[in-house]
């Protein structure tokens, strides 16, 4: 009973911060399985996926009944993610983890780092929001070439691939984070349900975790998209700041 209740709990944090700031909530997941309950690396990342499937697909439709997703670009990306995703899940016990880990722990690092440095240069973060979405101009090609690596270190780490799609559609696309982060989650609702097929594919999830995870995940999910509307987007984009250095910290944290 105490375990169960400890996931669920623990479930629901993951859905509620995942959602408000767009990263689907794996860099919690991951460590959380394998630190507590001793679970291989590679078995956490793919239950991860599975919880990450539930959260996002909550939060997508929390959004859209706020109206709030653009939805061709998220399928588009989405789309570019599949192979990507694919092909993560497929390497991941076939490459070194330690070069992966600590490589992308460093990359992880410069994006928290630019992050920060455009919302200081910029007044992005604390701009109007619309009334209505208008989507910007921006480059569709780098945005898929984006999309598709996205794909494979979320498949490969096991976290929500909104660590990179969130800062690229806020600093490179021009997206406002009222519309940015939500249309992350709806990219995490299409690529985490495909990344999970793969995992399961190659037999990467304990199952016995999952009914209160997810179950935590799903209502936590419900709260974040509710409560995100009235959470300035400065305060968004630090707290996803925060997710990624947390993000890295676990990352490195498995060789130290």
């Known amino acids: ?39 291989s690396p590679q078995i956490a990342v793919g239950t991860s996926m599975c919880i990450v499937a539930f959260n996002s697909i909550s939060g997508a439709i929390s959004y859209a009944r706020q109206r709030r997703i653009d939805y061709r670009t998220g399928v588009i990306f989405s789309l570019a993610m599949f192979p990507g ?18 490589g992308f722990g460093i990359f992880l690092l410069c994006i928290a780092a630019y992050t920060v440095f455009r919302e200081n240069k910029d007044s992005k973060s604390d701009a ?13 090609l780098l945005g898929i070439a984006i999309s598709f ?8 780490a096991g976290v929500g ?4 799609h969130v800062p690229a559609m806020i600093y490179l696309f021009n997206f406002h ?4 982060i939500p249309t992350s989650i709806f990219i995490l609702a299409i690529s985490s ?13 304990e199952w016995s975790y999952v009914p209160f995870l997810g179950a935590g995940a799903i209502i936590g999910a419900q709260i974040g998209g509710r ?16 997710a990624i250095v947390l993000a890295a910290v676990r990352l490195f944290s498995r060789y130290l």
Request: hydrophobic share 60%.
């Open 1 to 39: 009973m105490m375990d169960s209740l400890l996931l669920l709990f623990v479930g629901i944090i993951v859905g509620f911060f995942g959602t408000v700031v767009g990263v689907g909530g794996g860099f919690i997941v991951v460590p959380f399985l394998t630190l507590i309950y001793n679970v």
């Open 161 to 164: 691939g909104g660590l990179i």
């Open 193 to 205: 349900t495909f990344a999970v097929g793969s995992h399961m594919m190659v037999g990467l999830i």
């Open 85 to 102: 995703a694919f092909l993560g899940a497929y390497l991941l016990q076939r490459v070194s983890k330690p070069a992966f880990d600590i």
């Open 128 to 140: 109007i929001v619309p009334v209505e979405f208008v989507r910007p101009h921006f480059n569709i």
């Open 177 to 180: 984070p009222y519309f940015a």
């Open 149 to 156: 690596f996205v794909g494979f270190y979320a498949s490969m």
């Open 227 to 242: 409560l995100s509307k009235r959470i300035k987007s400065k305060w968004l984009i630090r707290v996803l700041v925060a």
